[in-house]
């Protein structure tokens, strides 16, 4: 019995100098947890301007304090200089935060907008010596490099706003699923060893770069953005000189799939975020290649149609002078022969120089006709400027049908043409977004609200 | 039953030996590491701002020359400084940001884009970086090492150089942040430039050339050489790395190294006199010499690329039968060729590498803006003497003015050459003279 008390004596004692002999309350805490967050914060007017700007509607970060730990560690990149930043954020907001809230809504972009910023002044260089403009980390976070060297001009922004969206495109695809048909449409092409695929190939293929060529997300990204920030315009010449019928096709649909994507996916109009994003470009980084002027220049747009009968020109009248010209042509074609009936006028620019101003006319069979008269033409590409003077008659059968006209003609919309300087532009900035960059003309130099438009054409 | 009693008391035993040993754990500071680390950070912080005057700051690159800051750090996280990357960073103060942070230790992060900034960044078109990507390769930040009374030294995170803190005074803080430190590093560039050939007297018997490069090239700039010629063809070159603070040529990484002494500075011993210091403070007067102190024959290439004969011009120290061989050039110009020239000149362009010599005469229509060049190009062998000997490579080709020139070529062809210089008052010139006839002299302009 004493045994027994002296053997549970002796085991409740070891039990005891078991549990106390790793005491953890004689272990030293060591806790660096609040030396080790690297929080570079003051509150300067430019961090107030950020915060009201990007983290308080957004929740978004901006960070452009040098951290060395959300760059590569084996490259040099060097901070911003503090006077880039601002210029830089504010093209971030107009040339893409803005055009998203006034189409998607305010609530689409505090939802989806990257949630932290990271600038730098210098290029980021990897170890082959190619320089990033800009990169983006885990869906979260957009790095744009090389800010110092900001300027508001076409080759820094819009390298920059290309990244943006383009990377901004690859967050919304993992929110909204990227349609399965743009997977199929250039499915045999893919390469992943895209840096050895040459642009020409890929544009033959059917992509708007090589290193769309990579993945379909990439692809989709490069297309988006594409269509974005280079343009519609840029992108109809893309397709237009891509090598192969194939190639042009798959572009087609490419540029169909995201439309559609982003009009019944993301229930955000295309054409107009389209059309925000250029105004931006146009209008504040005053990019001439995506003016009309331009590509009308570059012999992208071959044809205007003019059918004052569509409703466009309800909302958007064309000058009265113009009008009372096409009314009397068509009275003219109509009087000549009543089965005939003038159903719009065209102009067609075969060259960089000559041009054929058309009235088209059917029968009552809806059989075809011409009447087509000779310009010849000039065009300022940096101004717009454009004036037209009528030449000779060229010879054949749609020449000789306008000279049963000519002298309407001659009385009328020659007249108009020949005695006015107009400008080459898009429509105003109030009309629909479905007419950005398919409908344009000419407004009267010193009388702008004085204008005639149509459709564009790509074709003669 | 007792077995069992003592074995479980032996264990309690042990236990109560060994269990608790955590219990006996005494700190080896009086502070936790983390309030160790944060007071090494609040110290930092504190060195650094509570110099009133500011601090004058050195710092090494990686891949180019040496680099000197002043800076001035505030409690807010602000740090203005000059530096002597260019004439602007010299002179207009630029504000940044910097923060201290815990790294591998206290650390030191220039946190918005400044001067120090320019030697990290890798654009080339930032400063005179030529490699992509790379920039001077230098850091913005950098690991707290140690301090003194006056003075912290910081490491470079990436590239480990030493970034050097002195206090300044208030007359030094004075002069960086109103214009004086231009004015003081244009006066050391120009003392170089008007003293070519500077030398300092080392053990009596010696004399060690001082030569320093003040540009910002980045495989050669920013920095100093030393050359010594011992006998006739020994040479002993040390080169050093070194920035310009505003009151000496600071030499970086610990000094110059040169027969064991290591010297660490220029300064100015009075208002027109340099002087080397060495890191005991001992104090070695630079003197300039008229010609520089190795034969002109081995700077062919390196200090001087070739020499210059000027239209119509015959320098000192040329001898008779020199100066018609170069008359021969100079007054036929025009008359005795095809053509007319109104002016020229003769250039001897020298290829160390591939030992060949480049004569070329270069004849000019200054009423049409007309020049051609005429080359005949030589071989050559040269011996411990500094004799050389020259065969033809590639004949007269280009222009019109061989004829006029063979003269010059027949000389260098028929006759064992050497070069010195030839100093007639100020003026320094490079001899070409016959080993095999003396009297046979010409003179020429040194080109660089």
């Known amino acids: 019995m004493k045994n027994k008390i002296i053997f549970r004596i002796t085991a409740v004692l070891l039990m005891c100098a078991v549990l106390q002999a790793c005491n953890k309350e004689s272990f030293t805490p060591i806790d660096m947890s609040e030396l080790n967050p690297d929080v570079a914060k003051k509150n300067t007017p430019l961090d107030q301007w950020l915060q009201k700007n990007f983290l308080d509607p957004y929740n978004s970060e901006v960070i452009y304090r040098n951290h060395m730990y959300y760059h590569e560690s084996d490259r040099n990149v060097s901070p911003p200089n503090v006077d880039a930043v ?18 998607a809504g305010v609530d689409f972009m505090k939802k989806n ?5 990271v600038l730098y002044g210098s290029t980021s260089y990897d170890g082959s010596g190619v320089g990033y403009a800009g990169t983006a980390s885990g869906g979260v976070r957009i790095n744009l490099f090389g800010i110092n060297s900001f300027s508001l001009s076409p080759g820094f922004i819009k390298g920059r706003l290309g990244v943006i969206h383009h990377e901004f495109t690859h967050i919304l695809n993992q929110r909204f699923i990227m349609p399965a048909d743009f997977q199929e449409i250039t499915k045999s092409t893919y390469n992943g060893n895209w840096t050895d695929v040459a642009t020409e190939d890929a544009h033959n293929w059917g992509y708007v770069s090589a290193y769309a060529s990579q993945n ?41 799939s995201v439309v559609s994507y982003f009009n019944s996916s993301l229930n955000i109009d295309f054409r107009k975020l389209q059309k925000e994003v250029q105004t ?36 958007f009248p064309v000058s009265q002078e113009f009008i009372d010209g096409f009314n009397a042509m068509k009275q003219a074609v109509a009087d000549f022969n009543s089965v005939y009936t003038m159903n719009y006028i065209e102009f067609r620019f075969e060259s960089s120089t000559s041009l054929v101003v058309r009235a088209q006319f059917t029968n009552t069979d809806g059989d075809a006709y011409y009447s087509d008269y000779s310009f010849s033409y000039t065009l300022d590409a940096s101004t717009g400027e454009i004036h037209f003077t009528k030449v000779a008659q060229a010879s054949g059968t749609t020449f000789d049908n306008g000279n049963l006209f000519i002298n309407t003609f001659k009385n009328t919309i020659q007249k108009y043409l020949e005695e006015n300087t107009f400008i080459a532009k898009w429509m105003p900035k109030d009309a629909p977004a479905s007419m950005y960059t398919h409908v344009a003309g000419f407004y009267e130099q010193n009388t702008p609200e004085n204008k005639i438009y149509g459709t564009t054409g790509e074709q003669l | 039953m007792k077995k069992i009693i003592y074995l479980l008391l032996t264990a309690l035993l042990m236990i109560s030996f060994f269990g608790c040993e955590k219990e006996s754990y005494v700190a080896k500071f009086d502070k936790l590491p983390q309030e160790r680390m944060k007071a090494q950070i609040d110290s930092v912080k504190n060195i650094l701002t509570s110099a009133d005057n500011g601090w004058i700051g050195t710092l090494p690159t990686a891949q180019g020359g040496g680099y000197a800051f002043y800076m ?55 400063f005179h970086s030529p490699d ?7 850091d913005i930040n950098f690991i707290y090492d140690h301090s003194s009374e006056d003075s912290m030294v910081f490491i470079g995170k990436r590239y480990r150089q ?20 231009l004015t003081a590093i244009d006066k050391w560039k120009t003392y170089f430039i008007n003293h070519p050939n500077l030398y300092f007297d080392y053990n009596n018997d010696l004399k060690v050339s001082v030569e320093a490069n003040s540009g910002n090239s980045m495989n050669a700039g920013k920095r100093i050489t030393f050359t010594a010629l011992y006998g006739k063809d020994s040479i002993a070159s040390v080169t050093q790395l070194f920035a310009f603070t505003v009151d000496q040529m600071a ?18 011993k009075d208002a027109n006199t340099l002087a080397l210091y060495d890191n005991t403070g001992k104090e070695y007067v630079l003197k300039n010499s008229p010609t520089p102190l190795l034969p002109l024959y081995m700077l062919w290439g390196t200090k001087y690329n070739g020499m210059l004969s000027d239209y119509m011009q015959i320098y000192p120290g040329t001898s008779d039968k020199g100066a018609d061989i170069l008359s021969f050039y100079h007054q036929n110009l025009c008359g005795y060729l095809r053509y007319c020239f109104d002016r020229g000149r003769l250039e001897f362009v020298w290829d160390i590498i591939n030992h060949r010599l480049s004569l070329k005469g270069i004849e000019e229509q200054t009423s049409n803006g007309g020049s051609w060049t005429t080359t005949v190009t030589f071989n050559y062998t040269v011996d411990d003497n500094g004799v050389y000997t020259f065969t033809l490579r590639d004949d007269f080709d280009g222009g019109y003015v061989g004829d006029i020139m063979i003269p010059l070529k027949d000389f260098l062809l028929n006759n064992k050459v050497k070069f010195d210089y030839y100093v007639d008052g100020a003026d320094v010139y490079g001899a070409m003279e016959s080993v095999d006839d003396p009297s046979i002299a010409m003179t020429f302009v040194l080109q660089k």
């Not at chain 1, 009308?296 to 003019?306: F, M, P």
């Open chain 1, 280 to 315: 931006y470009i146009k209008d504040v980084v005053k990019d001439p290649s995506v003016n009309f002027k331009y590509w009308l220049n570059a012999g992208l747009y071959k044809t205007i149609t003019i059918n004052l009968g569509d409703e466009i020109y309800t909302q």
């Open chain 1, 113 to 117: 907008m990257p949630r932290q910023w």
């Open chain 1, 216 to 256: 379909p997300t990439e692809d989709f990204a490069e297309t988006t953005k594409a269509l974005l920030v280079s343009g519609q315009s840029w992108f109809d010449a893309w397709v237009l000189s891509s090598g192969s019928a194939e190639g042009q096709t798959a572009l087609r649909a490419k540029e169909q």
């Open chain 2, 72 to 126: 001035q750090f505030d409690k807010e996280g602000y740090v203005n400084m000059v530096a002597d990357l260019t004439d602007q960073t010299a002179t207009k103060v630029k504000k940044s940001e910097y923060r201290i942070r815990q790294d591998m230790g206290a650390a030191l992060t220039f946190g918005t884009y400044t001067y120090i900034s320019i030697l990290n960044n890798p654009d080339t078109s930032a």
């Open chain 2, 162 to 181: 030493p970034f050097s803190l002195v206090k300044a005074t208030a007359a030094q803080k004075d002069k960086y942040m109103n214009g004086g430190y």
């Open chain 1, 86 to 103: 601002k210029p830089m954020m504010t093209s971030v907001l107009e040339g893409f935060v803005k055009p998203y809230d006034d189409v």
């Open chain 2, 132 to 138: 992509v990507g790379k920039g001077f390769k230098s």
């Open chain 2, 251 to 268: 030499i970086l990484h610990g000094g110059l190294e040169f027969d064991g002494i290591s010297f660490v500075k220029i300064a100015w």
